[in-house]
């Protein structure tokens, strides 16, 4: 069976060639990797594959799952645990198997957030370039000590947990806000009301998926509930936010710090060098301009042990898709 690989990198191949070996042994799975990102124009390609492997900015619309369907594929692998980029009521109605990786080091996510936080707050990307320019100068470099301060966790599903554990460890008062609380949360942190984690937090971090329910939940009226100075984390997905009410929040100094790994508009930019490129996002650019806002290009989820866990979760699902089992990592519509 021909898997059609879609925004692959050398580090895709790699972890999906080992685990093909490990877990695939005895299938024939062949799969076929595709620098490119699978929209309308690039379907084609996968010909002759039963099932598409693809990552959070392939875009599996209408259109595209049509389009796939119609050249025989009947299976859509997600290396990623969001799927709000696949069309699944379009997917259930043309039977198409989905499934994702639900639970990959849920850790390597958290501990990315509390990398953006203490970079941004103790400035040690500006420290680094400085200290090897011989300039060993503290103006500029002024942080505040996280230990008492209030964090507010937006989703306390397993990144958000394993979050909030992280900043509980450091001495933080940890709130929680979820419609779903995970009952693991009530050791760590109190579960209050969205308004009350805005209005009483020192740093708020999203962990909550991007749907029709969250698009946008921070805009212009919920960062005006935040605490004036404040940090905003996400390691979520961009829609979750406003970029542009977050730009207007950070130049009436409303907004104290932003921390962002995912974007709204990434797909344009992300997983690809365009250092020589002009970039024509005005939005991300005059993010760009401030010296309180730190930006990684969706990198919460790269360490080697969740590329094999992801890996090692795909080929389990693919094999189920092949052998046309129950499979726990399906995705349906509704
Ligand atoms: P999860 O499904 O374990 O937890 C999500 C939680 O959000 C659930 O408890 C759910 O009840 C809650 N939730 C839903 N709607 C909410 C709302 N309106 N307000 C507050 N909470 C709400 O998911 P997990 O594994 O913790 O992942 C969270 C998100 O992290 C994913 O949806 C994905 O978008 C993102 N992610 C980012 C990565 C990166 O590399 N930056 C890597 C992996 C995931």
Same mark, same amino acid.
């Given at each position: 069976m021909q898997i059609a690989v879609f925004s692959a990198r050398p580090y895709d191949r790699r972890f999906l060639e080992e685990a093909n070996q490990r877990e695939g042994a005895g299938q024939d799975f062949q799969f076929v990797y595709f620098d490119a990102a699978l929209d309308v124009h690039t379907a084609a390609l996968a010909q002759d594959c039963a099932a598409v492997c693809v990552f959070v900015n392939d875009r599996l619309d209408a259109p595209v799952l049509q389009a796939l369907h119609a050249l025989g594929v009947r299976a859509?692998?997600?290396?990623c645990a969001g799927f709000n980029n696949v069309d699944l009521a379009s997917a259930n109605a043309l039977g198409l198997f989905v499934a994702r990786v639900p639970a990959y080091s849920p850790e390597a996510v958290a501990e990315h957030a509390l990398a953006l936080v203490m970079t941004l707050n103790r400035h040690t990307h500006r420290a680094y370039n400085r200290v090897r320019e011989g300039n060993?100068? =503290?103006? !500029?470099?002024?942080?505040?000590t996280l230990h008492g301060k209030t964090?507010?966790?937006?989703?306390?599903?397993?990144i958000g947990l394993a979050t909030a554990r992280i900043f509980r460890g450091m001495g933080c008062t940890v709130l929680g806000h979820d419609p779903y609380p995970?009952?693991?949360?009530?050791?760590?942190?109190a579960m209050v009301e969205l308004d009350e984690l805005l209005s009483r937090s020192d740093i708020v971090s999203l962990h909550c998926p991007l749907t029709p329910d969250t698009q946008h939940l921070i805009d212009d009226a919920s960062l005006a509930?935040?605490?004036?100075?404040a940090m905003l984390v996400?390691?979520?997905?961009?829609g979750l936010v406003d970029t542009h009410a977050v730009i207007r929040a950070l130049k009436s100094r409303r907004l104290g710090h932003l921390a962002i790994d995912v974007y709204e508009q990434e797909s344009a930019?992300?997983?690809?060098? =365009?250092? !020589?490129?002009?970039?024509?996002d005005e939005a991300f650019q005059r993010l760009m301009t401030f010296p309180n806002v730190l930006v990684t290009g969706h990198q919460g989820f790269f360490t080697v042990e969740a590329l094999q866990e992801i890996s090692a979760i795909t080929l389990g699902n693919l094999a189920d898709f092949a052998a046309g089992r129950e499979c726990g990592n399906r995705v349906a519509a509704g």
């Open positions: 859509v692998l997600l290396r060993f100068m =503290l103006d !500029g470099l002024l942080g505040r964090v507010g966790i937006v989703g306390t599903g397993k995970s009952p693991a949360f009530a050791g760590i942190g509930r935040m605490k004036p100075g996400n390691t979520s997905r961009g930019l992300f997983f690809q060098d =365009l250092s !020589g490129e002009i970039i024509d």
